[in-house]
T-cell receptor
Framework: AQRVTQPEKLLSVFKGAPVELKCNYS??????LFWYVQYSRQRLQLLLR??SRESIKGFTADLNKGETSFHLKKPFAQEEDSAMYYC????????????FGQGTTLQVKP | EADIYQTPRYLVIGTGKKITLECSQT?????MYWYQQDPGMELHLIHY???????EKGDLSSESTVSRIRTEHFPLTLESARPSHTSQYLC?????????????FGPGTRLTVT
């Protein structure tokens, strides 16, 4: 079964501390994973995708097939990073369907 | 400006009423989606469309129905609203091909059925 698990509903860190938002997936095949973010009073939007191997707003995410994980990391959190973060997995068919995790609220305290 | 719109943003309605949630996009995208999201929970896909006259049910069973008569318009209808339909409904769209996985979301409609 295809599934995305984000074990933490809330992650609270101080400004300047490292951040790691956990994402584990279940997928038989070659997965494609994404992180979406929703800032307060804004729409849900794509943050990054693993195939691009990009760093966006200082965030990176590495696909670890052995651990079936796609954790989102940032070395030094900023207050403006406070938001809801969703990990998403591309569905098995080429339809554009995404399977979302439960989401993690990141709270960066001053 | 290219965007995706949802109306109404908030709706409080009584049980048994018929409602239509509107979603329109001016980005020329062929794929469109409806998600249902309860507070603090994951998004569940309830409907999607590849293009005009093409609609499919999503992973979460829903009593709602959708139509896609025009590329830019993807309304969702509940024939008889019930309190169990209370939720947030998000509409999204995406480009064809690999761009399909970058989904553009609307602002959402928060529905409350009393």
């Amino acid at each position: 079964a295809q599934r995305v698990t984000q074990p933490e509903k809330l992650l609270s860190v101080f400004k300047g501390a490292p951040v790691e938002l956990k994402c584990n997936y279940s997928y038989s095949g070659s997965p494609e994973l994404f992180w979406y973010v929703q800032y307060s009073r804004q729409r849900l939007q794509l943050l990054l995708r693993h195939i691009s191997r990009e760093s966006i707003k200082g965030f990176t995410a590495d696909l670890n097939k052995g651990e079936t994980s796609f954790h989102l990391k940032k070395p030094f959190a900023q207050e403006e990073d406070s938001a809801m973060y969703y990990c998403a997995l591309k569905g098995s068919s080429n339809t554009g369907k995404l399977i979302f995790g439960q989401g993690t609220t990141l709270q960066v305290k001053p | 400006e290219a965007d995706i719109y949802q109306t109404p943003r908030y709706l409080v309605i009584g049980t048994g009423k018929k409602i239509t949630l509107e979603c329109s996009q001016t980005m020329g995208h062929d794929k469109m989606y409806w998600y249902q999201q309860d507070p603090g929970m994951e998004l569940h896909l309830i409907h999607y469309s590849y293009g005009v006259n093409s609609t499919e049910k999503g992973d979460l069973s829903s009593e709602s129905t959708v139509s896609r008569i025009r590329t830019e318009h993807f309304p969702l209808t509940l024939e008889s609203a019930r309190p169990s339909h209370t939720s947030q409904y998000l509409c999204a769209s995406s480009r064809p091909g690999q761009g399909a996985y970058e989904q553009y979301f609307g602002p959402g409609t928060r529905l409350t059925v009393t």
